[in-house]
């Protein structure tokens, strides 16, 4: 518990820097488009595939339990629901962390272990302006539109689902969206998706920096970085969940 605690202290004080260097001295743009560009390529196609089989998951257990009461009507609306508020975001959260977390903490691991960020010391660059502050933008701005895409694939796969399995009209299943989909719930799944998108790009920049041992301590530190974004985003899901549903009582939404 000791040791959990201590890493969590750490983590959050190297959050604490990295905002510091990006207010203090904001990341070139050339760096930040560089790594979005790289997230974005690396991840799309698994971002958006598991996006898809996630709603197609739902819509098909969904179809299975309002069969039995003869609601087929309503099956676009809650699966479409379900999947923006809760398990959309979390689940296409947990196959992004295992791309971008690992790759991330993999290569700085690396360059920490080979003295590459020793040496930019000596150089007198800041290796937190020049080598964390652009991974950590361009992780959250393009996790952040990665998981917005598969939330969408996730629908597409629904509906696409619902026609092949339920033999329902697409129409119908979308016609029925608008009536259990709030914008409080857009809001809530769009605010998760920053919020894992924040957790995802700190836990993999600061497992990557911090990594010590040569290279097995870089398959530690993988290992590490896929725990403990595992565990991190089931915490921050409820979390935000119990957030979110008090802020939303409060304001009378």
Known sequence: MIKILDDLGSALVFLNDIIKT???TP?????????IYNV???SLTTTVSSGFFVGAILSVQFNAQLKQFDTLSVLGGLST???IREL???LIAFMLSGKVGAYTSAELGTMRVTEQIDAMRCLGTNPMQYLIAPRFVGIIISSFFLLLAGLLMSILGGAILAT????MNMVEY???????VKWSSVYSGLFKCFMFSLLIATICTYKGYATTGGSKGVGRSVVATALSTMVGLTLLDWFTSFLVENLFKAWGL
Not at 27 to 35: F, L, R, T
Request: aromatic letters at 6%; proline letters at 9%.
């Open 22 to 24: 990006i207010f203090k």
């Open 27 to 35: 990341p070139d743009s050339k760096s930040v488009s560089e790594q």
């Open 40 to 42: 974005t390529t690396q």
């Open 81 to 83: 629901s379900g999947t």
């Open 88 to 90: 959309g975001p979390l």
């Open 164 to 167: 092949v399995v339920a033999d």
């Open 174 to 180: 979308i016609n029925s969206i608008p009536t259990y």
